[in-house]
């Protein structure tokens, strides 16, 4: 399982970080994303990779903490998420409106000669 | 809990009720807007002087103090605490004065100029408040994005195709940043189990030897997505395009957004990298010295390279961000407190800078230079904003002796960017390098490294490279004219320039009461125990490892 998540995130870093570096808006959005991804699972992981462990505490009391998931990760994973959601939808904006007032979608509003 | 202590809190929820608040109130009332969004940013300039007040309120030992609010009423380090120092509140003094001088200039046109300025400018307010008092790392990163939320749309305020462009590579910039600091919080968290920066500060001594690369890995990695907002060289070559691209009462408060980086910097690595860390001690030091001295250099030729006025206030942003750096670097505590008083007095002068550009450039004759070029472009291109300017025409009052003041004023601004008497500036740069020279006090002769000599050199002439740039595009402004055009300045906008600069000139004059303030607040930053206990109670064990 280990082995499968860091490759999932390595892929999706690595992919990301190409598209960051093109020169297309859109590539750039996309990339950005895929990043996010990225960045979600590995905080994920920080918490330790648990099979079917609950993050919240049963009705019984505390019990083995071993049984549980650590929750902090899934709550933060939850919070950049989020905000995550939020800057791309904002970077779009930006993005449509660097498309109408240069008329092209280079990231530095022309193109390379 | 006496009830001051809810104080902790107001810099948070005051901006964000009064930025909700705004929100509801209709768009075309442009007076009523700007009244409320004064009021709060006044409110905030009190509170912010009170907070102050009680993080300097030990009497006599001149010890450190630091208060802890927990928000939910759970104890730290199990859940969110605000934490009151020194240097916390001193950084919300400076944001919320400089809050007020670049609203009251807004108010001339700028705040007219696109929606919901005066929202996006309370949330703003709202994240650097969350920022300078958090005591989580997760919390400082969610009152980061909120910063950052709310200064992409100020950045792209008034629009035009320079500002969108400027404004999707500064979001690009700090989306990226955003995501290298989750990387590097997470991988801290993972090997130290707590996300409480005092909680973290004393775990970090116990961890194993084998876990240690993973945590200074994650440290590295927050410190890069601090440096990028900081605007260390390399990675500063986006501030001064975004800067020079703001509107100038946005680029006057966003001077302060460096300052956020440059402030994270110095609590992280003088808590958890400090001299009770244990083999950890100096981590990530000379980084900053080298770097910020690097971004010194860079941006000592920038500014001697700059044509535009707007990028010459730019590389004045990176000078004193390098600055900063370095002096956090070298983590001596008289070098520290100097350069807090640097940041009070670098903050206010290149702030008032930025505001002074706009004024300038209408006594210029246009297609004077690039950014004049562009404004014009930009002003032909909307005809709403025309119809603004000759709004103007009819309102407020116009200064008399505009062309008189703007000199002035532009005289000042050299003086204290080139740190030369008798303004603040010459105080602020004095007081770094005696740090720097006698690091056992007066009197008592030292080995000097060769690295602070650098240091001291690089302060000096980046100082000398200020005042040939500043005098020349002077001298190309007020006096190579063969016509002069006198603009129409109105008194809301000189206002704010001659408050800060009767500011700086004020910390001239009374620079001991603040120096000895700093002095205080650099040697509670130097012993992290106070900080540490102020959060998590005096009983709570040292040197705990999970």
């Keep these: 399982m280990e082995l499968t998540l860091a490759i999932a995130i390595g892929a999706l870093t690595g992919s990301g970080v190409w598209l960051v570096l093109r020169p297309r808006t859109y590539q750039l959005v996309i990339g950005l994303s895929l990043l996010s991804y990225a960045v979600n699972l590995f905080i994920f992981s920080m918490g330790r990779l648990t099979v079917g462990a609950p993050p919240v505490l049963g009705p019984g009391g505390a019990g083995n903490p071993a049984d549980y998931a650590d929750p902090i990760p899934q709550a933060l994973v939850l919070t950049a998420i989020v905000i995550g959601f939020a800057t791309t939808a904002l970077l779009l904006v930006v993005l449509l409106v660097a498309r109408g007032l240069t008329g092209n979608d280079h990231v530095d509003g022309r193109e390379q000669r | ?546």
């Design chain 2, 1 to 546: 809990m006496e009830w001051t202590r809810h104080l902790l809190i107001v810099p948070i929820l005051l901006p964000l009720v009064t930025g909700a608040g705004l929100l509801l109130i209709d768009e075309l009332r442009h007076t009523l807007k700007a009244l409320l969004n004064l009021a709060s940013c006044l409110l905030l300039v009190a509170t912010a002087a009170a907070l102050m007040h009680m993080a300097d309120g030990t009497p006599g030992e001149g010890g450190a103090l630091s208060l802890s609010y927990a928000v939910a009423n759970w104890p730290a380090p199990f859940a969110i605490v605000l934490v009151l120092d020194r240097l916390s509140a001193l950084m919300l003094a400076l944001t919320s004065i400089l809050a007020v001088a670049a609203l009251v200039f807004s108010m001339a046109r700028w705040h007219r100029a696109g929606p919901h300025f005066h929202t996006l400018f309370q949330f703003l307010l709202m994240g650097l408040g969350g920022a300078f008092l958090t005591g989580d790392l997760f919390n400082l990163f969610v009152f980061f994005e909120v910063t950052l939320a709310a200064s992409y749309g100020l950045l792209l305020h008034g629009s035009g195709a320079f500002r969108v462009r400027a404004g999707l590579h500064y979001i690009a910039i700090n989306l990226a940043a955003s995501l290298l600091f989750l990387v590097g919080v997470s991988l801290i968290y993972g090997i130290a189990g707590t996300l409480n920066m005092a909680d973290l500060a004393v775990r970090l001594p116990g961890i194993a030897a084998d876990d240690r690369g993973l945590v200074y890995a994650g440290a590295a990695i927050l410190g890069i997505a601090f440096l990028i907002k900081a605007g260390m060289w390399p990675l500063c070559f986006w501030l001064p395009s975004a800067y020079m691209a703001a509107a100038a009462p946005v680029a006057a408060i966003f001077v302060v957004l460096t300052k956020v980086g440059a402030y994270v910097l110095l609590r992280l690595t003088l808590l958890l990298f400090g001299a009770t860390a244990g083999v950890s001690a100096g981590f990530g030091g000379p980084v900053l010295l080298w770097g910020g001295m690097a971004t010194i250099a860079f941006a000592t030729f920038g500014m001697l390279a700059s044509q535009a006025m707007g990028k010459l206030a730019g590389y004045s942003v990176l000078i004193s961000a390098g600055t900063l750096l370095a002096a956090v670097g070298l983590g001596d505590t008289a070098v520290v407190s100097g350069a807090l008083f640097y940041l009070v007095s670098s903050t206010f002068s290149t702030a008032a800078f930025f505001m002074l550009i706009e004024l300038v450039e209408r006594a210029r004759a246009p297609g004077a230079d690039l950014l004049a070029v562009t404004m014009e472009a930009y002003g032909d291109e909307t005809d709403e904003d025309e119809v603004e300017e000759h709004d103007d025409e009819e309102v407020g009052v116009a200064m008399p002796g505009a062309l008189a003041i703007l000199g002035v004023s532009f005289g000042c601004v050299a003086l204290l960017l080139a740190g030369l008497p008798p303004l603040s500036g010459f105080i602020a740069k004095f007081a770094m390098l005696t740090g720097m020279l006698n690091p056992s006090g007066l009197g008592s002769p030292a080995e000097i490294p060769g690295r602070v000599w650098l240091l001291a050199a690089l302060i000096i002439l980046s100082g000398l490279a200020a005042l040939i740039a500043m005098m020349r595009t002077g001298i190309q402004t007020f006096w190579a004219p063969l016509e002069t055009i006198v603009p129409r300045v109105l008194v809301v906008e000189v206002a704010p320039i001659i408050g800060l600069l009767a500011l700086c000139t004020l910390l001239a004059v009374q620079g001991g009461a603040l120096l000895d303030y700093t002095e205080a607040a650099a040697r509670a930053l130097h012993a992290p125990s106070t900080y540490i206990q102020g959060v998590l109670g005096t009983g709570h064990p040292a040197g705990v490892s999970r």
